[in-house]
């Protein structure tokens, strides 16, 4: 069995055919699906889909891009989410200094705010970085012992790997690891210890390369799970145990 540990699927790509996804998902034998908000909208969705249905839970949190947008009453919408039974972590939150939709500063007043939630709920986090790691593994590290998480969609190389491992985060790979060009995502795939590993699909964005182009969806996980055992020379149940065990630890309510 595989965990999705990071989709999208309360979004608009999914509203005709989002029970079809799930029917997929768990006929590919997809135990679980962790449904990522990144603002209020989406995290309300995701919380709505978890009351839904038994195999997935959600999360809650502010993405860089709308770190703007993160208001007093934003924010307390989000810890009143974070309360729900099914919500079991606060993200994806971060920077991005790809596209830098939001004012660099205000994107790390946001993160910090939200880390501060997670340290006081006690909360494992979903991190999202784009080109910005050498100012995200800092602010993380300056909490090391206080937060738990995942860096999820990891694309640093190796020693950026390691350094991430020793705040004591996990690392997420996603169908990235699938294409021929990503020598250093499946550097990292090969070498991250087998109890730090999450596979996840980000859809419906990042689809795998055997159906790249098109819209990724939580059935595909298994794709990814196929190509790090390729990259360990280990078997594709082995990376489901290890990494289903992972999530559950990680994610302890689930």
Request: proline share 5%.
């Amino acid at each position: 069995m595989f965990i999705d540990s990071h989709a999208h699927i309360q979004l608009s790509q999914f509203n005709r055919d989002r029970n079809a996804v799930l029917k997929r998902a768990q006929e590919s034998s997809v135990s679980t699906i962790l449904v990522i908000g990144f603002d209020i909208e989406t995290s309300l969705g995701a919380v709505e889909l978890a009351d839904k249905h038994t195999q997935i839970y959600a999360t809650v949190g502010m993405h860089p891009h709308d770190a703007k947008y993160l208001t007093p009453d934003a924010f307390k919408t989000f810890r009143e989410l974070a309360t729900h039974p099914k919500v079991i972590a606060l993200g994806e939150m971060g920077l991005d200094y790809y596209r830098d939709l939001s004012p660099r500063p205000l994107q790390k007043e946001a993160f910090e705010k939200q880390l501060d939630l997670a340290e006081e709920l006690r909360m494992p986090i979903i991190i999202h970085n784009r080109d910005a790691y050498m100012d995200i593994l800092p602010i993380l590290e300056a909490r090391q012992g206080r937060i738990r998480g995942v860096l999820h969609c990891f694309t640093g190389d190796v020693a950026l790997m390691h350094r991430s491992l020793a705040i004591g985060f996990h690392i997420g790979i996603g169908g990235i690891v699938t294409y021929p060009n990503a020598k250093d995502v499946q550097a990292v795939a090969q070498e991250v210890p087998e109890d730090r590993l999450l596979i996840e699909t980000d859809c419906p964005w990042l689809t795998p390369q055997f159906r790249r182009g098109k819209r990724n969806e939580p059935a595909y996980v298994g794709a990814v799970a196929e190509k790090v055992a390729e990259l360990r020379s280990t078997s594709i149940e082995t990376v489901g145990e290890a990494t289903t065990r992972n999530f559950e630890i990680l994610f302890a309510q689930a």
